[in-house]
């Protein structure tokens, strides 16, 4: 009879739990009950000879001498893949402490996923206490815990569910082999872990990209650092992705206030620059914030003499500096000058902005923006009619409004706890000069941080998981909090520290390395020590880097290769000296 689901029972004593087990799943279930000893000694265990008895006549499969560290190399389990792998109550045996613990979970798991099916799970049951995690309690000290979550990270699996081992279930089971005798392990308050696969890490590329601006395409190279956020079409009407759910529900609400139109036009997300443009439309944006961009090719259409477009590549033909746009508000100036732009209607336009920033759990160097923008009568005190209006269907998420008055300009700021200034609400008296008792007024709202607010996310790097569980959880629950498919995924903390020459060095360029080299595993950055030599001039630098992903397995040995081409690019990169 064809099976639906295979599970291999790997390290059982007397075959209690296999048994039970067998017993309970149904007959479309075929269950492979395997055990270290050989058969004579596995006998000698009580009620072993009739839980084996029971297990065959149900047509389970028995099997003895099989090693859980090399599964792969048995003669019966290398020809078949498996939906779940369980190891009860693993033991290195006799009074072996944590590190041999650790080490037979390590070779376990790394065993496990060669004959594991690719949606398949691997279910550890430990004693409470062992596995290190919050769900122990009490909580050993992570030292002195056989940090589960680490070791299988080591066989790229994630922990994706923990429960009870509810032991009542499976009648009959009778625990054995504490301390490679026949005693049993303390199974109340014993927890089951259970493991799937992640994806895995990729090095970063560069990609090549064009742009229309005007009567030029601009050829050019997007950063490898922000390769990962290209081409993902959140905000497409097939869209399930939160960031959507977020920009659809705040138009939704907008709309019971003011007129909205949804702008379709896509704008490119290549601009021209200027330092003056910089100040008009986003004052607090700095120099070392944009993403500037070299062409590597500049075609302009001209108009010929019979009428038709001839190109003509011309790398001299600089009309500005090109940037990957910082705000949409570098947009603004071209929805007021549409010839359907009329006041009393809120426009709305959304995409993708990039701004280099420190790597931090709060910034991301792309994220989506919403932009709003309108005409209105200055005495509707409209900036004030806008803070009230988002203060009530945001202020429950975790949402300050904070109004700063500079001069005869009005601004209101959107905080949370996480993230100040994420959102903002000014007007721009430059592109109104001609609209006299009109004021414009802009609003500017970063939808990922937002979407992280509403749905409970804890890491907005989460929102760019290529994991498809992430979206699938809002396919079937759209409005609903988040439950990560990645539980309590262990931190790593390493310093590398070097000598630079502080007239020539960008902290920027240092964090940018660090996202590449890094592949984006690395979740904070900081500086921790400065020193500067009093004679010869050059600088030394320290900085504290925490490792962590929500949606990837990180282990030890991941980490220390991460740091490694870390260390390799640095000097390569930024000609530092590394210390």
């Not at 330092?275 to 070299?294: M, V």
């Not at 005409?375 to 269907?393: G, R, T």
């Amino acid at each position: 009879m064809l099976k639906s689901r295979e599970v291999l029972l790997v390290g059982e004593g007397n075959f209690s739990f296999s048994a039970a087990l067998s017993e309970n799943a149904g007959d479309d279930v075929g269950v492979t009950a395997t055990c270290y000893q050989n058969e004579e000694n596995a006998n000698r265990q009580e009620s072993a000879a009739v839980n084996i008895q029971r297990l065959r006549e149900r047509g389970s499969t028995v099997l003895f001498e099989v090693d859980c560290t090399c599964l792969k190399d048995h003669e019966v389990i290398k020809h078949h893949l498996y939906d779940c792998i369980i190891f009860n109550f693993p033991h290195s045996g006799r009074k072996s402490g944590v590190k041999k613990n650790r080490l037979l979970l390590v070779r376990f798991f790394q065993s496990a996923i060669a004959v594991l099916k690719e949606n398949g799970e691997v279910h550890v049951t430990l004693c409470n206490g062992q596995g290190g995690t919050p769900c122990d309690s009490p909580v050993r000290e992570w030292h002195n815990s056989w940090q589960v979550v680490a070791m299988a990270a080591e066989a790229g699996l994630i922990q994706s569910e923990i429960r009870p081992f509810e032991y009542d279930l499976h009648q009959g089971y009778q625990c054995t082999g504490y301390r490679s005798q026949d005693k049993g392990f303390h199974v109340e308050g014993g927890l089951t872990h259970i493991f799937t696969r992640s994806l895995p890490y990729t090095m970063p590329e560069k990609l090549k990209s064009e742009r229309t601006i005007g009567k030029e395409t601009v050829c050019f190279e997007i950063p490898a650092e922000l390769s990962e956020y290209m081409n993902r079409n959140f905000l497409s009407q097939q869209s399930h992705h939160p960031v959507r759910t977020v920009q659809e529900q705040l138009l939704r609400e907008l709309k019971s206030v003011w007129p909205v139109c949804t702008i379709i036009k896509e704008f490119p997300e290549l601009v021209t620059c200027w330092p003056e443009k910089l100040q008009t439309y986003d004052p607090n944006l700095t120099h070392s914030e944009i993403y500037w961009i070299k062409p590597t090719d500049i075609y302009i259409f001209n108009q010929s003499a019979n009428g038709q477009e001839e190109s003509m590549n011309d790398q001299q033909s600089f009309t500005g500096s090109y940037a990957l746009r910082p705000s949409l508000l570098f947009h603004a100036q071209e929805i007021t000058q549409n010839e359907e732009f009329s006041p009393g209607t809120l426009y709305a336009v959304s995409g993708l902005v990039f701004q280099r920033v420190p790597i931090s759990p709060s910034r991301s160097s792309a994220f989506h923006q919403l932009l709003l923008v309108g005409m209105f009568p200055v005495e509707s005190q409209p900036i004030k009619c806008f803070k009230d209006s988002l203060e009530s269907l945001l202020a429950s998420y975790g949402v300050s409004f904070e109004l700063v008055q500079t001069g005869p300009e009005q601004q209101v700021w959107m905080n949370s706890k996480m993230l100040p200034k994420f959102g903002r609400i000014t007007s721009l008296p430059s592109l109104a000069s001609d609209r006299e008792g009109l004021q414009l007024i802009v609003v500017s709202i970063n939808l990922d941080h937002l979407a992280t607010l509403f749905f409970g996310i804890s890491d907005w790097r989460l929102l760019w998981s290529a994991d498809p569980r992430f979206l699938q959880h809002f396919e079937l629950n759209p409005l609903g909090s988040f439950c990560p498919f990645s539980l309590y995924p262990p931190s790593y903390k390493h310093d590398i520290s070097f000598w630079m020459d502080p007239d020539n060095f960008e902290e920027m360029n240092f964090h940018t390395v660090v996202r590449e080299a890094a592949c984006g595993a690395v979740k904070d950055v900081v500086l921790v020590d400065r020193f500067r030599h009093p004679h010869m001039g050059h600088a030394s630098l320290c900085f504290r880097l925490t490792y962590q992903s929500s949606d990837r397995a990180l282990s030890h040995s991941q980490v220390f290769g991460l740091q490694c081409q870390l260390r390799r690019l640095l000097p390569l990169r930024l000609h530092v000296t590394l210390r």
